[in-house]
């Protein structure tokens, strides 16, 4: 990979030197959420994990991501000790901010490595193209803002996520991509949305005869089956022989919250509440409904004019447009067919689920980018994708001291990336769709002025008055770009 230029490695040592100048910069309450993990599994016995509740930030991630939080707590304790302490909270010594800033830095090599792969895997002809998108992934807005400003470990997460799906390429490392996955599942639930394509994807090509699907492959079958039960088991075996099961999945799943969060993940809802916004203006609404649209954070979301939505049909919805593209991936299985409908299954949690984080995005926007070069049918539905979800995250960092970082990087990133991937992706061997084409670029022009608006202009004009009104504007004109290229995905994927 010499004659790639600018290597992975290189890019790398060039981001982390930035980060490391983003030490001192905003952290969000996911930093004290971190602190208070490592001070829980560090200071507590295991059989208390689940339980402690002294910060109003419970350990709500699945054990394999406590274990890894105590890792990090036996180096934490040469840092400063007293960061460690339970009752310690909101602590935040410069050796505490330094310390865990670094760990975010450090665990991202597994991303670099996982990219690494991904591009010595691809076919020499198509080294270049990957090159490029891997190193769109690394160099992403998004996991600057989530996890070097805002505070999270999602390039360690993601980078065992694109790991597992470039051991997927080869039948030879299926099994190792199979068990690597719950292993990541094991640290994050949220990656339960892509299962359903992990599991069509290895009932097919592993465990099932190639030359007819009735004929099953029992050794494969048992060695992945004993591969995951042992993973699963060595996570929560503790738990179930303890008997706090019941305990530990109230955390991980906790329904209480509202259908929106307190900003509005770019997504159908979003749409939805801003509908039902609209129509406030003229009718006789309830006052507290009004009120509660907009809470989001606890407690069940209501509306005003619109029906309420319960947790049963966000499920079902999310279900049913997995089912949809699954179907395709079952009948085709190949590796592209994989990646398209893991990314579908993104898409469909993302735009449909309950109580959706706007962070969720990267669920979308890094297996998408592993397809965005395959022609210019793909890179025409990532245009939309890339500016809705990255714009989306504007409001993570509502300090004025990070805005110049986010928006310059943000921008510089689109102009780059987006202007090389037109001169990179080659031609389809498919028409082309004139309606998306134009959508992106009219999508796209419109995001500057948006940007300029609710960052800069509002607070010039309005002052203090219509706070909400930047997030809703942003919100919305993100989840049209993402309900825009969700659709011009499905079009592209079914017609491949």
């Not at 295991?46 to 054990?63: Q, R």
């Not at 999270?152 to 470039?166: A, D, E, H, P, R």
């Not at 606890?298 to 319960?310: H, M, W, Y």
């Not at 500016?387 to 001291?401: C, I, K, Q, R």
């Amino acid at each position: 990979m010499a004659e790639l230029y600018p290597s992975i490695a290189q890019c790398a040592v060039v981001t982390t030197a930035l980060k490391i100048l983003l030490f001192p910069a905003y952290k969000s309450t996911d930093f004290e959420v971190h602190r208070n993990w490592l001070a829980i599994t560090h200071s507590l016995p295991v059989k208390e994990w689940y339980y402690e509740k002294t910060s109003e930030w419970t350990l709500d991630y699945p054990p394999f991501f406590a274990y890894f939080e105590w890792l990090l707590s036996q180096l934490a304790q040469y840092a400063d000790p007293a960061m460690l302490e339970v009752d310690n909270l909101g602590y935040a010594s410069w050796q505490t901010i330094y310390f865990q800033r670094a760990t975010v830095i450090a665990t991202e090599l597994v991303l670099v490595y996982a990219l690494r792969k991904f591009v010595q895997t691809s076919t020499p002809s198509s080294k270049h193209l990957s090159h490029a998108a891997a190193l769109s992934i690394l160099l992403s807005p998004g996991l600057l803002i989530i996890d070097h400003i805002h505070y999270q470990y999602n390039g360690f997460l993601y980078g065992i996520l694109v790991l597992s799906l470039v051991l997927a390429r080869q039948r030879s490392t299926l099994l190792t991509s199979g068990l690597l996955f719950a292993c990541l599942l094991c640290l994050k639930h949220i990656y339960l949305y892509l299962a359903p394509a992990y599991f069509v994807y290895l009932l097919r090509v592993y465990c099932l005869s190639q030359r007819s699907i009735f004929s099953i492959r029992f050794g494969n079958t048992v060695k992945l089956a004993a591969g995951i039960f042992l993973i699963f088991g060595a996570a929560f075996g503790p738990f179930v022989y303890w008997g706090q099961m019941q305990q530990l999945l109230s955390r991980l799943f906790p329904f209480s919250r509202g259908l929106c969060h307190a900003y509005w993940a770019p997504n159908i809802w979003a749409m939805y509440s801003f509908t039902d916004r609209v129509l406030i203006y003229g009718l006789k609404v309830n006052e507290a409904a009004i009120g509660s649209v907009t809470r989001g954070l606890v407690g069940d979301t209501s509306f005003a004019v619109l029906p309420d939505v319960p947790p049963k049909a966000t499920f079902g919805l999310t279900v049913l447009f997995q089912i949809v593209c699954l179907i395709k991936l079952f009948l085709q299985p190949s590796w592209e067919t994989f990646i398209g409908a893991v990314t579908l299954c993104g898409y469909a949690s993302f735009l449909f689920g309950w109580h959706v984080h706007e962070k969720a995005i990267l669920l979308v926007i890094v297996p998408f980018s592993l397809l965005a070069l395959k022609d210019r049918r793909y890179l025409g539905v990532f245009r939309p994708l890339a500016v809705a979800g990255h714009v989306s995250l504007f409001p993570l960092l509502f300090t004025a001291a990070e805005f110049p970082v986010k928006a310059v990087y943000t921008v510089f990133w689109l102009i780059l990336f987006l202007l090389v991937f037109d001169r990179l992706a080659p031609v389809s061997p498919h028409s082309r769709v004139f309606l998306l084409d134009r959508f992106s670029l009219l999508y796209i022009a419109v995001s500057i002025p948006l940007i300029l608006y609710t960052s800069l202009l509002h607070r010039l004009v309005f002052g203090k008055r219509y706070e909400f009104l930047p997030l809703m504007f942003t919100s919305s004109y993100s989840a049209l770009g993402m309900v825009g290229s969700w659709v011009g995905f499905l079009v592209v994927y079914f017609t491949s």
